[in-house]
């Protein structure tokens, strides 16, 4: 018979002078899960800034990624390997499937960033290690090969005219693993950096990698604690971490947990085991999830006052799609609406402390 200890947990989050938008002074704030007093209701804070029901006549899966930009959303369906082209009232302008051999083709997408100021969406390729550049219209613009090193399923985006590529897989070559990679236009490899500790002890693990706040780059590296600032032209500087009091698991212990992929880790996480799901962050808040001893946590953290709203959640079946959000639009967190299940609604919040 196994007995489940819940140990003290505790979120620290240290802002760094790094961050724009962060406090003056560097600072440690440290929420202790225990004593803390969660809040009641999350409603409260939310300020619905839009709300977009996506065409109805739009055959899609709930395997979704979603991209809003001022004019356009982009939708990746993850199950057809299309993507979907609407305007910002969720009306489909076009759809690009251009699955296949041939030039401009692929063979199926693992990442997508749309960049809604060139007016170009880019795709990764796993099984021909392929970048590749589509107008809005559909058309292609550019094949670029990932010439050193393995893409997979790594996260990327684009900034700058700068490719930045978190690459944690493990190539013949160990010098490339858990490395944040530096790519001009070209996609020729410009710089190569290992900001950050790996592997952690604990269970950690972010969705999403990258994110523009403001007018600056913000990297989370999987498997670690940190968010850093990227700089085009030298080495990422730390700008806040999230720290945990347990650290239970050894190197081989997580590559066995996370080996084959992280889409089922809660279901085989152990009661004492610290998984930080998933965090998006705007100008203004840090939205982050972290899940312990059969428990959903969820953290808002205004980024000036650094007060913080804790929400505790017995039941994650029943948990609120607005706390977790996937992704952000300028200085709104994005999160999909599947309560209706003939009916796709986007909607575009803030959080109002």
């Not at 055959?59 to 305007?87: E, F």
């Not at 997508?112 to 007016?119: I, N, S, Y």
Request: glycine share 6%.
């Amino acid at each position: 018979m196994r007995i489940h200890t819940f140990i003290t947990l505790s979120l620290s989050i240290l802002l760094l002078a790094a961050c724009g938008s962060g406090p003056k002074d560097a600072s440690v704030y440290e929420i202790d899960l225990d004593a803390a007093r969660p809040e009641a209701e999350f409603a409260p804070l939310v300020k619905i800034r839009e709300e977009i029901t996506i065409d109805p006549s739009l055959l899609i899966s709930s395997d979704l990624s979603v991209q809003v930009g001022r004019k356009n959303i982009v939708l990746l369906d993850m199950q057809t390997n299309q993507i979907h082209v609407l305007d910002r009232q969720g009306r489909l302008v076009r759809s690009i499937s251009r699955r296949g051999n041939g030039p401009g083709e692929y063979s199926r997408i693992a990442k997508l960033f749309f960049d809604e100021q060139a007016g170009q969406i880019c795709i990764t390729d796993p099984d021909k290690n392929n970048l590749l550049i589509y107008n809005l219209e559909g058309e292609v613009v550019d094949v670029l090969k990932f010439e050193f090193a393995s893409m997979g399923y790594n996260n990327f985006t684009r900034w700058n005219g700068n490719y930045y590529i978190e690459h944690n897989n493990q190539p013949a070559d160990e010098e490339y693993r858990f490395a944040l990679l530096q790519a001009d236009g070209e996609l020729q490899l410009t710089g190569k950096y290992q900001p950050y500790e790996t592997p952690l002890s604990a269970h950690v693990f972010s969705g999403d990698s990258f994110w523009t706040v403001g007018q600056d780059l913000l990297f989370f590296p999987r498997y670690s604690q940190t968010v850093y600032q990227v700089f085009p032209d030298r080495e990422p500087e730390p700008c806040y971490s999230f720290s945990f009091g347990r650290h239970d698991l050894n190197r081989e212990e997580l590559f066995k947990i996370l080996g084959s992929g992280s889409i089922f880790m809660r279901d085989i996480l152990d009661a004492d085991t610290i998984s930080l799901l998933g965090i998006n962050q705007t100008p203004q808040t840090i939205l982050a999830n972290t899940y312990c001893s059969g428990k959903a946590f969820v953290f808002c953290v205004d980024r000036k006052s650094l007060e913080t709203k804790v929400f505790v959640l017995a039941d994650r079946e029943e948990r609120d799609p607005l706390m977790y959000p996937v992704s952000t639009a300028g200085d709104c967190f994005v999160a999909k609406d599947e309560s209706d299940p003939d009916l796709l609604k986007i909607r575009l919040y803030s959080l109002d402390f």
